[in-house]
């Protein structure tokens, strides 16, 4: 099974595509990295950037299966909103190519990879380096947030 992860956002996307076969003990990562979009382009260029993207990402690895986290509520409404409609197309596009949707809340995210729903940010990264096999050379957070989402899909589709 290949899983495609993102963590959502609409200036940095965090992206990932793990494999898992029968025989296998851990999940490969297959690629990863985080998507950047200009705060120079209007929103709506931005969202058609990420989407060319997701696109692009389907058609080449060609996933079963999108990871994506859901959205947790701040207190700067306008990043919400943003973030929201990038999942969206996100979404939209896995949904055109036949993925089957997956959405994990932080808390769920956390237990898979650590075992404890309110681990922190720094237990999470750990733990997804120990859990993957993964390329020693640093990963951005985002990266890594999409690792740890597809991980998680693999836990819960087992």
Not at 43 to 64: A, C, D, T
């Amino acid at each position: 099974m290949i899983i495609l992860g993102i963590d959502p956002g609409f200036e940095r996307l965090g992206v990932a595509i793990l494999e898992k076969n029968s025989g296998d003990k851990k999940e490969k990562v297959l690629f990863s990295m985080c998507f950047h979009t200009s705060p120079k382009l209007d929103f709506s260029e931005r969202l058609s950037l990420i989407g060319k993207e997701i696109k692009r990402i389907i058609k080449k690895y060609k996933p079963n299966v999108l990871a994506i986290e859901t959205l947790f509520l701040t207190t700067n409404h306008k990043t919400v909103m943003h973030v929201a409609e990038a999942r969206g197309v996100v979404i939209y596009e896995s949904i055109c190519a036949g993925l089957k949707i997956f959405e994990a809340s932080p808390p769920q995210i956390k237990i898979a990879t650590t075992g404890y729903g309110k681990a922190n940010k720094e237990q999470v990264m750990k733990m997804v380096k120990i859990l993957v096999n993964i390329d020693n050379h640093k990963k951005s957070d985002d990266e890594l947030d999409a690792i740890a989402i597809a991980i998680t899909a693999f836990a819960h589709l087992r």
